[in-house]
């Protein structure tokens, strides 16, 4: 139990709902201990009911009513002296009824300190407080604002619920690769600087992945010869069954902590670039430490201390760094906020806060001279450079190098976000499945040489589809500003028909030698991170191997994805290639099993290096969001055919 305190107070956990029935009493003490609030939660509930529309259901059913109050009667008067309880909870998912009435009076009576709180009081006749679980983002934006709400009658929030203070009692589903949009949801949604008289954040489910250790791996629901279980589905928590974080706590850490830190790379020179804003409610920032370093590429150039001070709660402050009268397009500033003393939860220098921002932060171009090598035909296809393609334009040898062929890729193994559950608001993996995103084929259309440029034309599309991609390669012979020998990819691909379809991705997966295990990259890292989580990611060089890029989620899944790429190196014993970007920067994964694997396995110790390391590389990437347990990601986030363009310059190692 301390274990998990001190893991939650290192990642900026405050509040605790213990759902859905009271904890053991030792663990309120260290709750008491830890400073952490808690919404205790009465052991009440029953769920299965729902299957036959509540009929029966203990909490309209006078015959229990005095084993409900007997039960919360219990709950309260065991706890009732925790000063970490800051609400109590009648229970969960077990309908609405008069019991839950009972209970409520019988408590507020008994105890009119603390609030009252049940989700299932949907007539908001009852409790203190307005909770819901997975309201879309339009929705708690239309509370917030007390507005309509999508999907709502003509007449909402006129009664009661109006001025209830409202929280989420379940808002972000942790299961698999996520919860993505969090920073989002406390941007837009509850950020404690905004609607203070209402808004008043949510609760993630849940903390810790129930997965059975077997020895090699995670076990879960109907690997025991169960007939009725829920698959992975109790697979959904922020730290892994050994309670190793995962990058969903990281980057709930990065966007709910107590400290925000902002960093405006075009503002620094102006004296404003840097803001700090403590997040506390009472306390002030004199604990922390706030320090900078100027980074480029890898290498430091200056440190320093900002002079924040003792913050007081609710305040910002804002300043700056000195810079260099020379910034590369790769220099970044990092700042953190550490603890300058040690404490129950944390040692001395345990960083509480921490961003980046590149000083540069559009991309520019990246000039290469042309070489004097020409496409050359032979009867078995194409040299270029270092490099050799097939009859079809298809890349096929790097130097040295055997190749699988670079394609279109469209596809992702579905992340649990994406599967169908019985909670599931929509199932986009199925959706994908069905498109063959996972089964395109790809049609060379042309080839042919224009003005020194190997120019392939191909058409990608899933049998029995009538929508398609077509992609033009433009691939010309270059010379680094290192002197490399390289090639230049210039990628345009335009969707045709009807795509109703999210993508998983819009990019190219080409297979590399197996040897080529040793990566390094300039980009966001070392974290995986995606469209709509990426806070806890740092700008930097990076380096590291294929092995460690992989995160083993309990289901393998989508994942290992990193941003923002201005240049990647992936090598070995036998050679290697460095990629750089040009105009944009994309995301890469790479991995020693393809994405059809990942999709297959339903065990990590059913993945089995296939022979290749599997590169790719987006253009754009799909988001993560919630929807196995709530809604469809934002709009804005969701991925859509639409025109792309990739430009990129490969050169040997």
Known sequence: MRTDLELMKRHGVNAIRTSHYPPNARFLDLCDEYDVWVLLECDLETHGFEWGGWDGSPTGDRRWYDCLLN???????????????????????????????????????????????????????????????????????????????????????????????????????????????????????????????????????????????????????????????????????????????????????????????????????DGTGITVTNRRDFSDLSDLEFTWQLVDDGEY???????????????????????????????????????????????????????????????????????????????????????????????????????????????????????????ARNNIGDAALAAGLDRLVHTTTSVHEDSGDLVVVTRSAAAAARNSMTTTWRWRAVQTDDGREGIHLDLHTDPHGHWPTMLGRIGVTIGLPAQWTTVSWFGLGPTENYPDSQHAAIWGRWDCDVADLQTPYVMPQENGLRQGIHELTIGGSSGGMRITADGSWPAFAIRPWTSQA????????????????????????????????????????????????????????
Not at 130 to 139: A, Q
Not at 242 to 269: H, N
Not at 629 to 637: F, K, N
């Open 598 to 653: 990942l999709m297959n396995a339903a065990h990590t110790w059913e993945l089995e290096p296939d022979g290749h390391t599997w590169l790719t590389l987006d253009a754009i990437s799909a988001p993560l969001g919630s929807t196995s347990c709530g809604p469809m990601p934002i709009m804005s986030h969701r991925l859509y055919a639409q025109p792309v363009d990739l430009s990129l310059t490969l050169s040997l190692v």
């Open 301 to 423: 150039v200056q440190a320093g201390v900002l002079a924040v001070g003792a913050l007081a709660a609710h305040h910002t402050w804002t300043g700056t760094v000195p810079l260099p009268d020379e910034i590369s397009d790769r220099m970044v500033v990092v700042v953190e906020a550490k603890l300058t003393a040690d404490t129950l939860w944390a040692s001395a220098g345990h960083v509480v806060a921490r961003t980046s921002a590149l000083l540069v932060p559009e991309p520019l171009p990246q000039p290469c001279l042309p070489a004097s090598s020409q496409p050359r035909r032979d009867s078995s296809g194409w040299s270029l450079g270092p490099a050799r393609f097939d009859r079809r334009g298809r890349l096929v040898t790097w130097g040295t190098a055997s190749l699988v062929a670079a394609v279109l890729d469209l596809f992702r193994a579905p992340i649990d976000n994406d599967r169908a559950s019985a909670l």
């Open 71 to 269: 039960r919360i009667q219990r709950t309260v008067e065991r706890d009732k002296n925790h000063p970490a309880i800051i609400g109590w909870s009648m229970g969960n998912e077990s309908h609405c009824g008069e019991g839950i009435r009972l209970m409520n009076d019988w408590v507020k009576e008994r105890d009119p300190s603390r609030f009252t709180h049940y989700e299932g009081d949907y007539a908001h006749a009852i409790v203190d407080v307005w909770t819901v679980m997975y309201p879309s983002m339009e929705w708690v934006e239309a509370v917030r604002d007390r507005t309509v709400m999508p999907g709502a009658g003509p007449a909402p929030q006129t009664g009661r619920e109006r001025e209830l203070p409202f929280f989420m009692c379940e808002f972000a589903h942790a299961m698999g690769n996520g919860p993505g949009e969090l920073s989002a949801y406390e941007e837009r949604c509850f950020d404690p600087h905004f609607h203070r008289d209402r808004m008043h954040g949510g609760f993630v489910w849940e903390w810790i992945d129930h997965g059975i250790d077997t020895g090699r791996g995670y076990a879960y629901g109907g690997d025991f010869g169960e007939v009725l279980h829920d698959s992975n589905f109790v697979c959904d928590g922020l730290v892994m069954p050994d309670r190793t974080p995962s990058p969903g706590l990281l980057e709930f850490a990065a966007t709910m902590g107590a400290v925000r830190i902002e960093v405006d790379s075009e503002q620094l020179r």
